[in-house]
């Protein structure tokens, strides 16, 4: 998924700078999980991962990449939908090696959301399509978007899919609508005319997950989750860097991953956010960042310290220097740095001048106990 933030291309550097400080794996907080990659890093490298975020799209992530463990076998929804039944079959007899398996069952049902169900046009079709004014997808890739989340909500109400089943699909519809989703790599503004990208179909792929148990997902504040799991190994904090608000920027994927069949959600504004529940990040403020780490390391129990953070960052070296310094065992705290190429939301413009295509990504280290 596109997203402000995201560390996927940064992992080998996370990853090094772990080995290089000797800190054998164990139990870890991932406290910002986002779209939960580093805490899926964490786990191939043999960690057992608490991940925590405020956004229900990221707890989906959570469940599907750091929490699942093997690929669900399906047989309560073949059973129970002969749709996906025959769809299953068919994905059985196929003679390609990687369709075998439960692997092959995987990605027939994601293909079966995908091109396959009955189109039923709902609240994104009504909503985040043409016919209501926003052009963050066209209305077919809306109508499969409908579709395959209101099939997930019955199948799982039903009974038909467990809970390991329903966020690895869950997780592939999030992303797929992401790849076609008609912006510039944020929901804050979608563009006025059809982008390559959002012309073409959605596409379900679910990932199958990592073996390895012990794993958890928590859907709330860091510092309260940080309080509840008490003494772990390593506390890895990757917290917003800047003023922009999760809440606004990715409230499409939090509709996605919410749902509208319990409570029809209030939209408000050009683009549709949440009218009710935004959450705001005190973090996303120089001052509220600073309070915000002091109350997380001072509630966490964990031994290592691993902070991540860019060198345009709100808060300046000097100020989480001397913030994780207050809580080190020692007062001593390590710096590792990384340049790479920026992500950009969108180009230099009246009221956006980007600094350069490079920035440094920073890796702070304390041992707090």
Same mark, same amino acid.
């Given at each position: 998924?596109?997203?402000?933030?995201?560390?996927?291309?940064?992992?080998?550097?996370?990853?090094?700078?772990?080995?290089?400080?000797?800190?054998?794996?164990?139990?870890?907080?991932?406290?910002?999980?986002?779209?939960?990659?580093?805490?899926?890093?964490?786990?191939?490298?043999?960690?057992?991962?608490? =991940?925590?975020?405020?956004?229900?799209?990221?707890?989906?992530?959570?469940?599907?990449?750091?929490?699942?463990?093997?690929?669900?076998?399906?047989?309560?929804?073949?059973?129970?939908?002969?749709?996906?039944?025959?769809?299953?079959?068919?994905?059985?007899?196929? =003679?390609?090696?990687?369709?075998?398996?439960?692997?092959?069952?995987?990605?027939?049902?994601?293909?079966?959301?995908?091109?396959?169900?009955?189109?039923?046009?709902?609240?994104?079709?009504?909503?985040?399509?043409?016919?209501?004014?926003?052009?963050?997808?066209?209305?077919?890739?809306?109508?499969?978007?409908?579709?395959?989340?209101?099939?997930?909500?019955?199948?799982?109400?039903?009974?038909?899919?467990?809970?390991?089943?329903?966020?690895?699909?869950?997780?592939?519809?999030?992303?797929?609508? #992401?790849?076609?989703?008609?912006?510039?790599?944020?929901?804050?503004?979608?563009?006025?005319?059809?982008?390559?990208?959002?012309?073409?179909?959605?596409?379900?792929?679910?990932?199958?997950?990592?073996?390895?148990?012990?794993?958890?997902?928590?859907?709330?504040?860091?510092?309260?989750?940080?309080?509840?799991?008490?003494?772990?190994?390593?506390?890895?904090?990757?917290?917003?860097?800047?003023?922009?608000?999760?809440?606004?920027?990715?409230?499409?994927?939090?509709?996605?991953?919410?749902?509208?069949? #319990?409570?029809?959600?209030?939209?408000?504004?050009?683009?549709?956010?949440?009218? #009710?529940?935004?959450?705001?990040?005190?973090?996303?403020?120089?001052?509220?960042?600073?309070?915000?780490?002091?109350?997380?390391?001072?509630?966490?129990?964990?031994?290592?310290?691993?902070?991540?953070?860019?060198?345009?960052?709100?808060?300046? #070296?000097?100020?989480?220097?001397?913030?994780?310094?207050?809580?080190?065992?020692?007062?001593?705290?390590?710096?590792?740095?990384?340049?790479?190429?920026?992500?950009?939301?969108?180009?230099?413009?009246?009221?956006?001048?980007?600094?350069?295509?490079?920035?440094?990504?920073?890796?702070?280290?304390?041992?707090?106990?």
């Amino acid at each position: 998924m596109r997203y402000i933030g995201n560390k996927t291309r940064l992992l080998p550097f996370i990853v090094r700078t772990l080995r290089r400080l000797a800190i054998a794996p164990g139990m870890a907080h991932d406290a910002f999980a986002g779209t939960a990659a580093v805490g899926r890093a964490l786990k191939e490298e043999g960690w057992q991962v608490a =991940s925590s975020d405020l956004m229900t799209y990221s707890y989906v992530f959570q469940r599907a990449y750091v929490v699942a463990s093997r690929i669900p076998s399906f047989a309560r929804l073949a059973a129970g939908d002969a749709d996906v039944r025959r769809a299953l079959r068919a994905a059985t007899r196929a =003679s390609v090696r990687e369709r075998a398996g439960r692997k092959g069952r995987l990605a027939a049902i994601g293909e079966y959301l995908s091109f396959r169900a009955v189109p039923r046009p709902g609240f994104l079709t009504r909503h985040f399509a043409p016919g209501g004014d926003r052009m963050y997808f066209t209305e077919e890739n809306a109508i499969r978007v409908d579709t395959a989340r209101a099939l997930l909500h019955r199948w799982r109400l039903d009974g038909l899919v467990d809970d390991d089943a329903y966020f690895l699909l869950l997780a592939a519809v999030i992303e797929g609508a #992401d790849r076609v989703a008609n912006t510039a790599g944020v929901y804050a503004a979608f563009i006025k005319q059809w982008q390559p990208n959002a012309r073409r179909p959605l596409v379900v792929a679910p990932e199958a997950p990592l073996p390895g148990k012990g794993s958890s997902a928590h859907l709330g504040d860091a510092s309260a989750v940080a309080g509840a799991l008490g003494p772990i190994d390593l506390l890895y904090v990757d917290p917003p860097y800047n003023a922009r608000q999760y809440a606004g920027y990715y409230h499409v994927p939090e509709l996605i991953a919410r749902g509208w069949f #319990d409570d029809v959600p209030v939209l408000r504004g050009k683009t549709g956010l949440i009218a #009710d529940g935004a959450l705001r990040s005190e973090w996303c403020s120089a001052r509220g960042a600073e309070r915000a780490l002091a109350g997380l390391l001072e509630a966490t129990g964990a031994r290592h310290l691993l902070v991540s953070y860019n060198s345009e960052g709100l808060l300046s #070296d000097r100020v989480l220097r001397r913030a994780i310094s207050a809580a080190a065992v020692d007062g001593r705290v390590r710096r590792f740095a990384l340049r790479y190429k920026r992500y950009r939301a969108d180009r230099d413009r009246v009221g956006r001048r980007y600094k350069g295509d490079e920035v440094r990504e920073l890796l702070y280290y304390a041992r707090l106990r």
